[in-house]
């Protein structure tokens, strides 16, 4: 049977929000324990004390570590912003003919142009320019599952720090979901992070990423 300690660090840990507010030390620690109780049928007066204690405890291991975040915010404001429209993410069934994938990728490097192609377990994800659709189309035929245009790719180019600073890019995909901006693809090369989201919520993520 799990402690009442083991309880209220899974609930904290299960909802984002209320661990940020206690790493921040932003909460009503009487209000947290009467929900957690309630959430989790906790019925006895002296667990919900038992709950403040677990609660102010995980805060000491949750609070931030001021030159840590010191560290993170000096890489991103060292880091440089490019952003590119006109981006179209095509996914392919691992079936297609590995001839054909190297006739796409000599075709737009050609063109010096954008090309990156991502094997997963189950598709393979290419991503490159719009006026590259209607040739995709045409050379993939059935093997595509899905197409989306209208995109944009944003890629964050980081100092060399970024490798040995934790952190750095769970922050900044908490930039996006806090702003109500998906991710629909994303990647990394050494200290480049690449973003792949809708076209419309461009000017929305510069507004955030101006650090």
Known sequence: MKTTAEITKEYI????????????NLINYSKLAEKIAAEMHIEKKTSKD????????YYEQLKPDKVHETQVMSILKNSELEIKNKIV??????????????QIEEMIKKEQDIFYSIEGSTAITVITTLKYKDPLTRMLGAEIIK????????????????????GVIAYLYSLFGEHGINISETMSC?????????????SKAISFLKF
């Open 190 to 202: 050494w200290t480049n992070t690449i973003c792949i989201i809708n076209e419309n919520d461009i």
């Open 50 to 57: 038992a709950i403040i204690v677990a609660s102010r405890r």
């Open 13 to 24: 840990d299960t909802h984002p929000s209320i661990k940020d507010c206690i790493r921040n």
């Open 89 to 102: 993410v095509v996914i392919i069934r691992k079936t297609v003919p590995p001839k054909i994938l190297l």
């Open 147 to 166: 197409m989306s245009a209208d995109l944009a790719m944003i890629t964050i180019k980081s100092p060399q720090e970024l490798e040995t600073t934790p």
